[in-house]
T-cell receptor, first 112, second 111 residues
Framework: SAVISQKPSRDICQRGTSLTIQCQVD?????MFWYRQQPGQSLTLIAT?????????ESGFVIDKFPISRPNLTFSTLTVSNMSPEDSSIYLC?????????FGPGTRLTVL | QQPVQSPQAVILREGEDAVINCSSS?????VHWYRQKHGEAPVFLMI?????EQKGHEKISASFNEKKQQSSLYLTASQLSYSGTYFC????????????FGIGTKLQVIP
């Protein structure tokens, strides 16, 4: 299994600012996933972060809005840029196991 | 493609049973079930691989019908601790891939 930590656990931000979320895994993993969970909704994949290459974004998500870094096999960051109230969500990083996905505790973001 | 879950919400009294269904329009390699309590991250419950197996976890079990591309989660003799949102997730192929999640079923168990 993998143990994942995220920082910050929650934040309240002003419209137009940016927030960088950090994700640390206790083991080396090739892929890391970033999900968004809007209030009362399911988990929607934002992008897959691969070490050594650019992230792969899902339909509806763009690099300018959600830039991702993956400097090594245990760490990744997701930035939510130029935030608006619609970006208020829980952001979760996740890593695949052999048969399951492990999730971090999430970052609860509120944009005013 | 997002799997379809039903029902979207259910309220049970302690001790009652419930079934949550998950279906896909595409062939499935595996089905995953997660439970998320309010304010927490999803927690993995079980995985079912193609082959039509059935699995159990305490009083929670699941089946996977590969031909029908469906899975069902069975909660028997429900307890208050079962409350939460249940998500099914699907994989269309094996290996280290990303899971696609259904919309979730909100389950509330009341005394």
């Amino acid at each position: 299994s993998a143990v994942i930590s995220q920082k910050p656990s929650r934040d309240i931000c002003q419209r137009g600012t940016s927030l960088t979320i950090q994700c640390q895994v206790d083991s080396q993993v090739t892929m890391m996933f970033w999900y968004r969970q809007q209030p009362g909704q399911s988990l929607t994949l934002i992008a897959t972060a691969n070490q050594g290459s650019e992230a792969t974004y899902e339909s509806g998500f763009v690099i300018d809005k959600f830039p991702i870094s993956r400097p090594n096999l245990t760490f990744s960051t997701l930035t939510v840029s130029n935030m608006s109230p619609e970006d208020s969500s829980i952001y979760l990083c996740s890593v695949p196991g052999r048969n399951e996905q492990f999730f971090g505790p999430g970052t609860r973001l509120t944009v005013l | 493609q997002q799997p379809v879950q039903s029902p979207q919400a259910v309220i049970l009294r302690e001790g009652e049973d419930a079934v949550i269904n998950c279906s896909s329009s595409k062939a499935l390699y595996s089905v995953h079930w997660y439970r998320q309590k309010h304010g927490e991250a999803p927690v993995f419950l079980m995985i079912l691989l193609k082959g039509g197996e059935q699995k159990g976890h305490e009083k929670i079990s699941a089946s996977f019908n590969e031909k029908k591309q469906q899975s069902s989660l069975y909660l028997t003799a429900s307890q208050l601790s079962y409350s939460g949102t249940y998500f099914c997730g699907t994989l269309n192929s094996g290996g280290y891939q990303k899971v696609t999640f259904g919309i979730g079923t909100k389950l509330q168990v009341i005394p």
